[in-house]
């Protein structure tokens, strides 16, 4: 199935406009993965404990050039490990500060040959 027939449920799960599920376009919906990978811990899902990357333990964490380096790595190997079939990551920046983390990402989708620039941010919980 292409990127352009196939239709995916939007994140999170909402109706439309018409009652229906909502639906998402392909890059919509790798956004929306991008999402859910970044800000799961690992051991959150009980049938996949590696799953996630750790990057809202920044929002805690007094911030240093080491710790960023660490989480940057740790970011884009997950994104290569869970999501390395559909995008190719060509830049990621993670920046922590004020109880949020922000993730930089610049990726080609590929199914399409799309580039994208997404910002990502968590917060910590109030």
Same mark, same amino acid.
């Given at each position: $199935?292409?990127? +352009?027939?196939? *239709? ?8 439309? +406009?018409? !009652?229906? %599920?909502?639906?998402? %376009?392909? &890059?919509?919906?790798?956004? /929306?993965?991008?999402? @859910?990978?970044?800000? %799961? *811990?690992? !051991?959150?899902?009980? $049938?996949?404990?590696?799953? &996630?990357? &750790? ?24 994104? @290569?490990?869970?999501? &390395? /079939? ?10 922590? /500060? ?14 399409? !040959?799309?580039? +994208? /620039?997404?910002?990502?941010? !968590? +917060? #910590? #919980?109030?």
């Amino acid at each position: $199935m292409s990127p +352009r027939t196939r *239709s995916d449920i939007a994140f999170p799960f909402r109706p439309d +406009r018409r !009652g229906r %599920t909502a639906h998402a %376009t392909h &890059g919509e919906h790798v956004h /929306d993965l991008i999402e @859910q990978l970044l800000f %799961t *811990s690992p !051991g959150e899902r009980v $049938m996949r404990p590696d799953f &996630g990357c &750790g990057l809202l333990d920044l929002v805690f964490a007094p911030t240093s050039p080491e710790l960023v380096s660490t989480l940057e790595l740790s970011v884009h190997a997950a994104l @290569q490990r869970w999501l &390395g /079939d559909l995008i190719e990551v060509e830049a990621l920046d993670v920046i922590g /500060d004020d109880h949020t983390v922000r993730v930089h990402l610049s990726y080609v989708l590929r199914a399409t !040959g799309a580039r +994208r /620039d997404d910002v990502f941010e !968590g +917060r #910590a #919980a109030a």
